[in-house]
């Protein structure tokens, strides 16, 4: 897991507050996770705006004890980046937003997903976060960010995500918190090579996903 940022329009700030490492496996009860997370809090420069941009690539493989093991990877990304943006407001920072992204190998209807886009009572001294998705997962049809034949198959699914937040009542009506303007279309089925991903027009298995946003 990597992020990468342009330092012309964005700094870290708070070394403290850089988190990164392996999740913590004992919660899905297991002996350890190879799956990790980076989370960094960026200025905007020549603002007092700072985004907490999380990324991570949640465990694959099918299955219940796999299932579990994502959510709780979930669970923990989403309290890690809001403890950040939490903190960053402690420290003086009053307009935080949150981004969280990668390959969370789960589907818009799994509990991993779920657990990011659902909403929840902030604990005593916290703020309540609230989050949506970049891509509209309900209302296209055809959204697809892997599509590949393996010996059991052919696969074609949505499993990469990027996640934006803001504090409750605190978004796009009071001028503040993230609005995505633009977010990359995937690729028509006349225009992946017969087989799927990975091929030589796309050498991945995953599309590239990305977007705008107003903040």
């Known amino acids: ?3 990468l940022w342009n330092a012309e329009k964005f700094r870290a700030v708070d070394a403290a507050l850089i988190r990164r490492g392996p999740f913590d496996a004992t919660v899905a009860g297991a002996s350890r996770h190879n799956q990790v997370y980076a989370i960094v809090p960026l200025q905007i420069k020549d ?3 700072c985004v907490v941009v999380a990324a991570t690539h949640l465990k694959a493989k099918k299955g219940a004890f796999h299932d579990r093991m994502r959510l ?6 989403r309290r890690l980046a809001e403890e950040t943006a939490d ?3 402690e420290k003086g920072w009053d307009d935080v937003t949150i981004l969280m992204l990668g390959d969370f190998n789960s589907e818009p209807s799994d509990p991993s997903v779920k657990s990011i886009l659902s909403q929840k009572e902030g604990e005593e001294g916290s703020s309540t976060w609230g989050f949506q998705t970049t891509y509209p997962l309900e209302t296209e049809t055809n959204l697809y960010t892997t ?3 393996r010996k059991g198959g052919t696969v074609r699914r949505t499993i990469d995500y990027i996640f934006h937040g803001s504090e409750e009542n605190k978004g796009e009506d009071d001028g503040r918190g993230m609005r995505c303007t633009h977010f990359l279309s995937v690729p028509k089925d006349e225009e992946v090579e017969e087989g799927g991903l990975p091929g030589f027009r796309y ?3 995953h599309l590239l996903i990305a977007a705008k ?3």
């Open 47 to 49: 603002t007092e705006k």
């Open 72 to 77: 709780a990877q979930a669970v923990q990304l």
């Open 87 to 89: 903190a960053l407001k």
């Open 203 to 205: 050498p991945s298995d």
């Open 147 to 149: 599509w590949k034949t």
């Open 213 to 215: 946003f107003h903040y």
């Open 1 to 3: 897991v990597a992020l």
